[in-house]
């Protein structure tokens, strides 16, 4: 069954601290990951997206990692600030993917990350 | 360039009513996607339009549909309302080249009584 799992489900860290977010999926065939950041009440924004090929993304202070071979990915948050408080949620696409077809779209179930000062 | 839009932002309707929600993705976007999110499931995809045809489809009754027009604006209808329809509709739209980076509406909250 494709899925994709997301840890950990919740986490609170100070204003100016590190953090690491994982995400690890089960979707065959793989085609890219991605990674949102979902802020309360809006759309989710696209942070970075990788395919089989990348293992390091970077976006300003977010750096994502995959590695394809144990199907795992991470999204590192360098120097948190307040407005990183919101829900990050790791996307796979998985699927044949044809013109105008983006493939079957797997989603976490997301990290909800608040930063206290 | 405006992002993706959504209309109505948000709705209240009553069980056995019927709905219509409409995206309007980026300019030039041909390719436009509706999610379902809710507390409990999380991000569920619905289905995928492109040039009019439906590209892709999840795993929903068929009492969700959906349609594109030719100026790449769709429509998402829901009859038949039930309470486990209240939720949070999100269109995406997005380039028709790989790896299809989407931009998200702000999205359309659903609230059935």
């Known amino acids: 069954k494709n899925q994709v799992e997301q840890s950990p489900q919740s986490l609170i860290i100070l204003e100016g601290k590190n953090c690491t977010l994982q995400?690890?999926?089960?979707?065959?065939?793989?085609?890219?990951l991605r990674w949102y950041k979902q802020d309360t009440g809006r759309g989710p924004v696209s942070l970075t997206i990788?395919?089989?090929?990348?293992n390091t993304k970077s976006n300003g202070r977010y750096t994502a990692t995959l590695d394809a071979d144990t199907k795992q990915s991470s999204l590192h948050i360098t120097a948190s600030q307040l407005s990183d408080s919101a829900s990050y949620i790791c996307?796979?696409?998985?699927?044949?993917?044809?013109?105008?077809?983006?493939?079957?779209?797997?989603f976490g179930q997301g990290t909800t990350l608040q930063v206290k000062p | 360039k405006a992002g993706v839009t959504q209309t109505p932002r948000y709705l209240i309707k009553t069980r056995g009513q019927q709905v219509t929600l409409s995206c309007s993705p980026i300019?030039?976007?041909?390719?436009v996607s509706w999610y379902q999110q809710t507390p409990g499931q999380g991000l569920q995809f619905l289905f995928e339009?492109?040039?009019?045809?439906?590209?892709n489809k999840g795993n929903f009754p068929g009492r969700f549909s959906g349609r594109q027009f030719s100026n790449s604006r769709s429509e998402m209808n829901v009859s038949t309302l039930e309470l486990g329809d209240s939720a949070l509709y999100l269109c995406?739209?997005?380039?028709?080249?790989?790896?299809?980076?989407?931009?998200f509406g702000p999205g359309t909250r659903l609230t059935v009584t």
């Open positions: 995400c690890n999926y089960t979707v065959s065939p793989f085609s890219n």
């Open positions: 339009y492109f040039s009019e045809t439906q590209r």
């Open positions: 996307v796979v696409s998985g699927g044949s993917q044809g013109s105008g077809n983006t493939g079957k779209l797997i």
């Open positions: 990788m395919t089989f090929s990348e």
């Open positions: 995406a739209s997005s380039l028709v080249r790989s790896p299809y980076e989407q931009y």
């Open positions: 300019s030039g976007h041909r390719s």
